[in-house]
């Protein structure tokens, strides 16, 4: 059963999300790491089980997060069955295509048969009948512009998505979605892109001011730099930690000037009274034009570190 106090804080907790009808929570929880084929059922289920007690009601997913790839969704789905069919309702569920997921031509990227046999998988496996949001993944260079939103549209229509997103796309391709998707009244909700203290490429590049001029949520995913902007690297390369594993953080990039950068943000957030993911989370909620931050969590003690940030001293 969820806790009953889940929204006593909801005052504290949400943020609209661009000019939708939509409330998100400040923190959201991503799939993208710790809920694979390869972690513990019980661990993912335990972080999952905090997030909702605690008023954390989106949950972030793509169709090749695991690994394997898939099973990230498949975890979510037996969740559902196990625990959070009764609160389908409160969930606000979103997956995404656009990466490589299957063996040819067919199974990666912004095509119409990729985005529509894609989405019928992730529903499948994620024991649902709909997504609240579904995203184009990555832009297309070589797919025209208005076959992959057309799929977004006809995605809506069909029933299978209520809301669409794009992610990581540039500034002029997410104009003509904007424009595209809202003459055939399917208007764009969000955006999902890289913001962190470390990388504020979105707001060098106009894309966060374009979105919240022009009434688009922006999700900001790897908030942490995945776990740089906390205090596991400050002195040494933890073992089991990611950038120990050499996958997605390789340790080439902690150069020494690095290391000395965030020692200098670790001492800052020290000023604050905080830990500097604390503080890190909170520089991103403070941007103009942010919804909300896309947090993992390896453990319910990172989870609930993760979440002190809603009640952050101010920037």
Known sequence: MAAESRYDDAQNLYLRCGRSGVLLPKVSLGFWHN???VDPYERSRAITHYAFDHGITHFDLANNYGPPYGTAEETFGRLMVDDFRPYRDELFISSKAGYDMWPGPYGEWGSRKYLMASLDQSLRRMNLDYVDLFYSHRYDPNTPLEETLQALVDI????????????SWPLEALKVADRYLRERDVPLLIYQGRLNMLDRAPQEQGILDYCADNGIGFISFSPLAQGLLTDKYL??????SRMSRETSLPSSRLTPELRDHLRHLNAQAAERGESLAEMALAWVLAQRGIT?????????EQMECNMKCIYAKPF
Request: net charge positive; hydrophobic share 45%; glycine share 20%.
């Open 35 to 37: 809920f694979g084929g």
């Open 156 to 167: 809506v229509r069909a029933g299978k998505a209520l809301y669409v997103g794009i992610s």
């Open 235 to 240: 002195d040494t390369i933890p073992a089991g």
């Open 292 to 300: 909300s931050v896309l947090v993992g969590a390896s453990s319910v």
